[in-house]
């Protein structure tokens, strides 16, 4: 059995949580130690103890873990995909690109480490100087889903620890295998003990641990909005720094002179991809009508040609959906959808077993069209394979759609005209614009994140990451 790690040492946990393969139920993953609320604390205090120590640590020491841990995971990419597409449903190749994203995170806050930057510059007052320099926070808490089980644990692990902080990762309970995988990689990268704990475990009893302890600094969650409300709450409450990344309901819109072949890829794949369980998935296709029934046609008969199958078998286009409850959710939207008037167009049956017999949750890519925007199907995250058509008259009409959600994460268009294209980047209201590119994937480098009610706190990953992980001091100095 795989136990948490607290305090430098592995230890069992209270109960015990089996790890299901989605695309065969009858294959356990492995066993896995789920903590309780005595021995999450019991890692808060690890972490504690750790702090002083490791918030003055070397840039040097920092770059050297880091960029280690990066190293191997890279090295590893093969066999910590295969787990991570075992245990998930997503395909391998996308399984494996995932693990290296998590390599190069490491590598990418290693350097970091190394150019905390600051700013000297002299007072208003003669004869005094003023420095600008940031410090880590403390304890951060790290509470994450299951549908990236390796590259969202290392965006938020990775700069914590560059910056100087020191973790109590919480993971999602479907998916404890990938991040037992990254923490026994840290357990044996050199950080001082209790710099970085693992505690696997419920949301409702280890997550809501680490938001009630005052000796957590900051909180950084990926998750439902359900769920990212109740960590606004708690944190607001003991005034903790916190920052949310939760669902989307992410628009791509088709224009008349888009490029057909462009607009149907960038739709296929961020609407069906890892099994449209993606926040930045595009669930609503925004269609000009003079390209309407066109697009329609070619993004069913592209459909037609997905492979839904075992997440490890080669050839799988898409893999199953990761549990009963979530399969459940995305069969009820397409009930939903069609008592509310629109038309399945292609796909939606369940599909119980695969060509060699394999129980899993599979389900064909669902295709829904004649909708109207107040439809549920069009303002609720469904987060399965389920994608939503809506037509619009024009450019201007299509923008005000895309627009017209309460979430705010990603945003795409296919288009040729550079007139839209500029005008879309300036006045889309999500926090990720893509112009003939699907709204999912994205570079490892670069800020991540949403606005409304997609996120809450500055950004992830890339350069911005320290705004959250670190907080800025001013000092002042009579020479
Ligand atoms: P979820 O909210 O159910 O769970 C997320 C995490 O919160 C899990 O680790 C869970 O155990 C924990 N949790 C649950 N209840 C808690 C509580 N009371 N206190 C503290 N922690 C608690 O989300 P999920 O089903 O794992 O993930 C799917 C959601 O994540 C979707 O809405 C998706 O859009 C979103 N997501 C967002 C991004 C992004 O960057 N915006 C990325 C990936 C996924």
Known sequence: MNKNFIAGEWLDGARVSRNINPSDTRDLVGEYAQADAAQTRLAISAAEAAFPAWSLSTPQQRFDILDAVGTEILARRA????????????????AIGEV?????IFKFFAGE????????????????GVEITREALGVVGIITPWNFPIAIPAWKIAPALA?????????????PGSAWALAEILSRSGLPQGVFNLVMGRGSEVGATLLDDPRIAAVTFTGSVATGQKVAAACVARMAKFQLEMGGKNPMIVLDDADLSVAVNCAVQSGYFSTGQRCTASSRLIVTDGIHDRFVAAVIEKMKTLKVDDARKAGTDIGPVVDQSQLGQDQAYLGIAQAEGARLAFGGEAIERNAEGQPGFYLRPALITDTTPEMRINREEVFGPVVSVLRARDY????????DTPFGLAAGIATTSLKHATHFKRHSQAGMVMVNLPTAGVDYH????????????????G?????FYTVVKTAYTMA
């Open 163 to 175: 910056y100087g902080n020191c973790v109590v990762f919480k993971p999602a309970d479907l998916v």
């Open 113 to 128: 480490a190394l150019r905390p930057g600051g700013e000297a510059l002299p007072s208003v007052r003669p004869g005094v």
């Open 100 to 104: 290296a994203r998590a390599g190069n």
């Open 79 to 94: 066999e910590l995909g295969d787990l991570l597409a075992r245990e998930e449903g997503k395909t391998l190749p996308e």
């Open 463 to 467: 350069r911005f990451a320290a705004e």
């Open 396 to 403: 201007e009409q299509a923008l005000l759609l895309a627009n």
């Open 446 to 461: 670069v800020p991540f994140g949403g606005r409304k009610g997609s996120s809450y706190g500055p950004r992830e990953q």
